[in-house]
């Protein structure tokens, strides 16, 4: 099966603080993406990454930022985190060309205090 | 880049059909229709997918009109398990691939 694990499920931080949250998958997935949820809001893309080093702004990319080094982690930054941040984040992958499923992970709940 | 619009929600018995409409109009030629469900406190889940053929496989079947401006998802004997938020999606193309877009989805509650 394929495995998508995003490093944690639950995080409290500090506002202004660096936030790293990370992203592993196991199938050798080209896309990788970063979405977030809120309540009326669905889930709507911040970042994807469709190969290594290369990156997409999704909608709403304004206080974030991505690093994909290697083919099987994609992480989402969040330079100087602030409360409306708060939110649950999740990440999928998928085999490029699109005409795939995409598999998530369980989400990251961050609280930005 | 198409749009979808959705029921914010239904309701469904238990054992019964859920049927789950969506509208696509400005779909492209090229676009496909996906449907994922979000059961709660997990990650999306893909369901199917479809381009003009209508699909069916062990979870759900896909119903898209010949016009392909709207599309049905069916679940033929909802169960409880099924209370979900269920997005249907087209898939939009970029210069660098093809990114997934969801809308609001709608909230199945299936009720005993």
């Known amino acids: 099966d394929v495995k998508v694990t995003q490093s944690s499920r639950y995080l409290v931080k500090r506002t202004g603080e660096k936030v790293f949250l990370e992203c592993v998958q196991d199938?050798?997935?080209?896309?990788m993406f970063w979405y977030r949820q809120d309540p009326g809001l669905g889930l709507r893309l911040i970042y994807f990454?469709?190969?290594?080093?290369?990156?997409e702004k999704g909608d709403i990319p304004e206080g974030y930022s991505v690093s994909r080094e290697k083919k099987e982690r994609f992480s989402l930054i969040l330079e100087s985190a602030s409360t409306n941040q708060t939110s649950m984040y999740l990440c999928?992958?998928?085999?490029?060309?699109?005409?795939?499923?995409?598999?998530f992970g369980q989400g990251t709940r961050l609280t930005v205090v | 880049d198409a749009k979808t619009t959705q029921p914010t929600s239904m309701d469904c018995a238990e054992g019964r059909a859920a049927n789950l409409p969506c509208n696509h109009s400005?779909?492209?030629?090229?676009?496909?229709v996906y449907w994922y469900r979000q059961i709660h406190s997990q990650g999306p889940q893909y369901i199917i997918h479809?381009?003009?053929n209508n699909e069916t496989n062990e979870m759900a079947s896909l119903i898209i009109t010949e016009d392909r401006k709207s599309s049905t998802l069916i679940l033929p004997h909802a169960t409880l398990r099924d209370t979900a938020v269920y997005y249907c999606?087209?898939?939009?193309?970029?210069?660098?691939?093809?990114?997934?877009?969801f809308g609001g989805g709608t909230r199945l509650m299936v009720k005993p």
């Open positions: 479809g381009l003009k």
């Open positions: 400005t779909i492209s030629g090229n676009e496909d």
């Open positions: 199938m050798d997935h080209e896309n």
């Open positions: 999606i087209v898939r939009v193309a970029s210069n660098a691939g093809n990114m997934l877009t």
């Open positions: 999928a992958s998928r085999i490029g060309g699109g005409d795939t499923e995409a598999f």
């Open positions: 990454s469709y190969d290594v080093k290369m990156k």
